[in-house]
């Protein structure tokens, strides 16, 4: 089904509801802001959420099913009805990079973010509309952005009420990883490569454990991290470069990853520790 042929979406960001209806929001190049796409069953809904600006969003579902957008421009909308959209500003300067989620059990919004120009550092913001928190979580970070554009960043929630990021900081060298666990983080590099760089960075959280699980590339390898047992497990999962890699659980945990190869092939497989159990490729012709 395609949505949109009129413009040249650069970011997709996607959420099914309870009814696993699909909700996204898509930011557009050439300064063309961000538009919402939702479908009740029946119709197709397209909506302007803002028209200018080259944004990059992150969308998620309140409890009620309402959805919200988190984008660079650091403004949260939220759909008030029909084609309307309600906007608030929520970080104090510029977002180079973000993920964000809500936490379902308290309709707390949790924002990680990466600020820009100048004044590098990870930020956790969170609140609920009117009334918002933030704290600095790591100032260890340095990015050039004459040769490094878009760092990486991923966020998640742990069935303790844990929240886990991962992000790569010093430009493109090392990937680190940050828990806050009882108001206090901790943070520590799992990755410090100099000669690789590392991107396309996925973090999931195991409920089980609510450990960290972490799907990145690490030049030419789609690389995997687990801190389960405490301590940190590595394995290659894949040797291929990739334009774009995104990751989820399925229902026996295992790791199912999705990929997009510079050759415009999109690919899923399926992984238990390593292990290829099933794969589907499908081409997709360059435009």
Known sequence: IELETTMDAESVSLVLDAQDEFHAAAGYRF??????????????????????????????LDP???PWI???????????????????????????KQDYFIDQSTGVHHILWLAQFGAD???????????????????????????????????????????HVAYVSNSTAELKHAVLRSGTWAIETVVDELEKEIYNVKL??????????????????????????GTWLSERLDGIS???????FDSRSRIVTGLQDSGYALQWNRHLWGVIEASETERVEPF
């Open 242 to 248: 990739v334009e774009q890699l995104t990751a989820e």
């Open 70 to 96: 988190f984008a660079t421009n650091g403004v949260l909308y939220d759909r008030e009805g029909a084609a309307t959209w309600g906007s608030e500003s929520v970080a104090s300067s510029a977002v180079l």
């Open 31 to 60: 300064s063309n802001g961000v538009r919402y796409y939702s479908n009740d069953g029946a119709s197709w809904v397209t909506e302007t959420v803002v028209g200018s600006g080259n944004l990059e969003p992150v969308i998620q």
């Open 121 to 163: 550092r990870l930020i956790h913001t969170w609140g609920t509309p009117g009334s918002w928190s933030e704290e600095v979580v790591d100032t260890d970070l340095t990015y050039d952005l004459n040769t490094f554009s878009s760092p990486y960043l991923s966020a998640a929630m742990g069935g303790d009420g844990s929240i």
């Open 204 to 229: 999931l959280v195991d409920d089980r454990f609510n450990a960290s699980h972490i799907v990145y590339q690490l030049g030419p390898e789609i690389r995997y991290l687990n801190n389960t047992t």
């Open 64 to 66: 009620a099913g309402t």
